[in-house]
């Protein structure tokens, strides 16, 4: 069975300072991570994979298979980061569901 | 290109009765996901359809059912709700057989009252 887990309900960020949201995985074969994110009235949207290797509005985001994990970092936080962050992971091969973590809030204050 | 319609916005309905939420896919996407979302629970995966096959369910109860249709439209079904299944409803589609680069509709707020 997959897992994912975000051990941060809330997390609260000075702008300027660096972000870290937290994800840990459990699955046996090959994952695929994602991160989503939820502004404010808008509609779930993908923000990074990891196998695109991007950086989007300044995020990134390594897969350690060692911890299994998949932090998300940005070096500088910024007020319109505040939102709601999903992790989630997705089996590279087979056709099991696309899982998700329990979110993060994160609160960017001024 | 318009992204993943999903109809109605807003649902109320009373305990017992039915309803039927609608998805339209982003144009040839051919795999639609539903998804339930709670404050309490946040994403819980309902099922995931592929070619009008159901590839995957997740674990709730038989009043959840869906479809979908060869112009890989979904709709999705509850019967004889309950106070519970008040939540928001999301749909998202995916142009790939396989994996996670989803994208999602606005969802159709259900309340039961």
């Known amino acids: 069975a997959q897992r994912v887990t975000q051990p941060e309900k809330l997390l609260s960020v000075f702008k300027g300072a660096p972000v870290e949201l937290k994800c840990n995985y459990s699955y046996s074969g090959s994952p695929e991570l994602f991160w989503y994110v939820q502004y404010s009235r808008q509609r779930l949207q993908l923000l990074l994979r990891h196998i695109s290797r991007e950086s989007i509005k300044g995020f990134t985001a390594d897969l350690n298979k060692g911890e299994t994990s998949f932090h998300l970092k940005k070096p500088f936080a910024q007020e319109e980061d505040s939102a709601m962050y999903y992790c989630a992971l997705a089996p590279r091969f087979g056709n099991e569901k696309l899982t998700f973590g329990t979110g993060t809030r994160l609160t960017i204050i001024p | 290109k318009a992204g993943v319609t999903q109809t109605p916005r807003y649902l109320i309905k009373t305990r017992g009765q039915q309803v039927t939420l609608s998805c339209s896919p982003i144009s040839g996407h051919r795999s639609v996901s539903w998804y339930q979302q709670t404050p309490g629970q946040g994403l819980q995966f309902l099922f995931e359809y592929f070619s009008e096959t159901q590839r995957n369910k997740g674990n709730f109860p038989g009043r959840f059912s869906g479809r979908q249709f060869s112009n890989s439209r979904s709709e999705m079904n509850v019967s004889t709700l309950e106070l519970g299944d008040s939540a928001l409803y999301l749909c998202?589609?995916?142009?790939?057989?396989?994996?996670?680069?989803?994208?999602f509709g606005s969802g159709t707020r259900l309340t039961v009252v």
């Open positions: 998202a589609s995916s142009l790939e057989r396989q994996g996670g680069g989803y994208t």
